[in-house]
């Protein structure tokens, strides 16, 4: 059949309007796939996504959400940051990721209390929270911290030489309450002769070192504000329990006697023996996340009264290296079994519970305040230590459960026989059956 010029023409053109429309197509795909994004998660329990707890908390967010992560030029880090932030991303689009790296700027990296590579400080709502773990749970649980509006009023005992939350001595605590500021965690001190009652809407009263008794009054309205089940900070030092001793007759807690020293903390560059570390923490909630070890000037040893109505449980204990040395601290020192003293590791810090008015109570007993001081604050976890502390006496540990996302069969599991088959078949079988078989495609073709 001939075609006319006509119809060539014709079929020409259409070509070209296919090809033109065909291209164009294309290219607006192209332009729609950089405004819009779909995705789809086949692996098995959808372990590249967000959980359903975790999608709830991102609907909630009304807010923006900076995020800025201070990790090294270590391409695996930060790809791991990245991949992690973007699981958030696909679901909030005002959540912004900045990576700095620290060496570059270390004087903001020292200002923000970065202590571990790929740390991240996360900031919503004018508050901010640090985080050194990398994963949905410890991401979603910061967030959901950040998010509750409810107001905290930390309360500091003052009038009797404490450590003060408004100070700016080297032994004061004004940087903790900054920190505390920037997580929606307010600070105000009382001195209960000025203001004879306690705050009713105080969330936590802290207790910080006094330097003298307390008047028998004042511990009249502690004993009232414990008693309406109350949490309470309190913060001891060596050879000061005299001041305290009538709530610490109250929580059946006993100080040793002695400073909690560890004469190997040279290998650390700590010339002071005085100073105790705390190196693993238990699976409880104000520390069970802790990963860096914290440092304790100066502290106290602390054993629990079997005539309580408390539940004391152990929250920081020093290394078996340690000892309560009850002489002096200079020149060689070491362990005499044949005085008060006690061998490590010893107990520094107490958890205590009470249910109370079907209400769980809780208090924490530690034997040092220098550790949240402004001189030692940074040193080590004690910020953090300092900040779960006062979060979970809060009662601020409504976390989210994210489910562990595992794959089945990740594994294949091959004995010694079919391993001998796979072996024989890849080696000799397919190759055989590849040449046999152009063999016989190469004599048929030569037949014809």
């Given at each position: 059949m001939k075609i006319s010029q006509k119809a060539h023409l014709f079929i020409r053109l259409q070509n070209i309007v296919f090809t033109i429309l065909f291209l164009g197509i294309f290219g607006l795909l192209a332009w729609l796939s950089t405004q819009y994004s779909a995705q789809s998660d086949w692996t098995a329990n959808a372990r590249n996504s967000l959980s359903n707890p975790s999608l709830i908390l991102l609907k909630k967010l009304d807010q923006p959400v900076e995020i800025t992560a201070y990790a090294s030029e270590n391409e695996v880090l930060r790809r791991q940051i990245i991949e992690l932030i973007d699981k958030y991303k696909r679901h909030k689009a005002d959540i912004s990721l900045s990576i700095i790296n620290p060496d570059m700027r270390p004087d903001q990296a020292r200002e923000e209390g970065?202590?571990?590579?790929?740390?991240?400080?996360?900031?919503?709502?004018?508050?901010?929270?640090?985080?050194?773990?990398l994963n949905e749970q410890a991401l979603s649980n910061t967030l959901q911290r950040l998010a509750n509006s409810e107001?905290?009023?930390?309360?500091?005992?003052?009038g009797h030489g404490e450590r003060s939350s408004a100070g700016f001595a080297n032994f004061d605590f004004s940087v903790f309450a900054a920190e505390l500021k920037n997580k929606g965690i307010n600070s105000q001190t009382i001195n209960l002769v000025d203001t004879p009652s306690i705050p009713t809407n105080t969330s936590l009263l802290v207790i910080a070192d006094p330097q003298t008794d307390l008047l028998n009054g004042e511990i009249i309205l502690i004993n009232e504000y414990l008693a309406a089940g109350n949490p309470l900070l309190l913060l001891v030092e060596p050879n000061k329990a005299t001041h305290l001793q009538a709530l610490l007759n109250t929580l059946g807690i006993s100080v040793l006697a002695g400073t909690v020293v560890d004469a190997t903390t040279q290998m650390f560059g700590i010339d002071d023996p005085t100073f105790a570390l705390v190196t693993q923490y238990p699976d409880h909630?104000?520390?069970?996340?802790?990963?860096?070890?914290s440092l304790f000037p100066g502290a106290a040893g602390l054993?629990?009264?079997?005539?309580?109505?408390?539940?004391?449980?152990?929250?920081?204990?020093?290394?078996?290296?340690?000892?309560?040395?009850?002489?002096?601290?200079?020149?060689?020192?070491?362990?005499?079994?044949?005085?008060?003293?006690?061998q490590g590791p010893i107990t520094i810090g107490y958890a205590l519970n009470r249910n109370l008015n079907n209400k769980q109570q809780?208090?924490?007993?530690?034997?040092?305040?220098d550790f949240l001081s402004n001189s030692f604050l940074g040193n080590g976890a004690n910020l953090d230590l300092g900040i779960s502390l006062v979060q979970w006496l809060n009662r601020d540990d409504s976390l989210i459960n994210i489910p562990a996302k595992t794959a089945p069969d990740t594994q294949l599991n091959i004995n010694k026989t079919w391993s001998l088959v796979f072996g024989l078949g890849f080696l000799f079988i397919l190759p055989a059956l590849f040449i046999i078989t152009g063999v016989v495609i190469w004599i048929k073709r030569k037949k014809y």
């Open positions: 970065i202590t571990v590579d790929g740390q991240l400080i996360i900031e919503y709502a004018e508050r901010k929270e640090s985080l050194q773990q107001q905290r009023w930390v309360v500091f005992l003052t909630l104000a520390t069970k996340h802790l990963q860096a070890m054993t629990t009264k079997s005539n309580t109505e408390y539940s004391a449980k152990p929250l920081l204990s020093t290394l078996e290296r340690s000892w309560t040395e009850t002489g002096g601290v200079a020149g060689n020192i070491k362990f005499d079994a044949n005085s008060d003293e006690k809780r208090v924490a007993v530690l034997g040092d305040a």
